[in-house]
């Protein structure tokens, strides 16, 4: 686990499951374009927060690639999820550009919504292919890069599935800003 302050902005890296964060406002989904249960982080997150968060998603899809939309927890310990459709690797390009669209656009939603602190999962890395250390630094770098901007967000989390990705995320974190 690493820590960073950037421009008054805490980003850290932990190793967890996206949907078992209970101290922060919103969690990011890793979702697909219909905002549908899925798989990975999608699945575990509407399968905590229960039926009622694909209703609420339902007039709200379909999204595109680089978009991010907001609803309730529900059943999560969060007040917020934040939806983001990254982009499928090789498919949809500019795939760097899109996946810090999604990170940008989940803080703008945040901002808006007044939320202090936000977790992340490692967007387009599952299914949608886009390979973890390019996909690490746009993360980190997008975050760093918005923190000065952030006035309401305070504290952002990476939540890492495999201690691999952690190391990733570690390395690329203690480089920012240097
Ligand atoms: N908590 C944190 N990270 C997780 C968790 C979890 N519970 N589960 C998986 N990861 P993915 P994508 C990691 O596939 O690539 C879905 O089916 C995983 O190891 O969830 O953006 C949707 O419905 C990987 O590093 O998201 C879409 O169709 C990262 O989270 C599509 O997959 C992202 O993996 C989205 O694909």
Redesign the pocket.
Known sequence: MSKREIHNVTIECVQ????DQPDLDAVAN???AQL?????????IHRKAGPALEEECRPLAPIRPGEAVITGGHNLPNRHVIHCL?PVYGRDNPSDELLADCYRNALLLAEKNHLFSVGF??????????P?EPAARIAVNTVAHEAPKLLSVKLVRF????RD?LAVFDRILGKTGQ
């Open positions: 967890g499951d996206i949907a890793a979702a697909n549908r249960m899925g798989g990975g982080v999608a699945g575990a990254g999962p490692a967007i387009s890395t599952g299914a949608f292919g886009f973890l939540i890492l599935f495999s990705d």
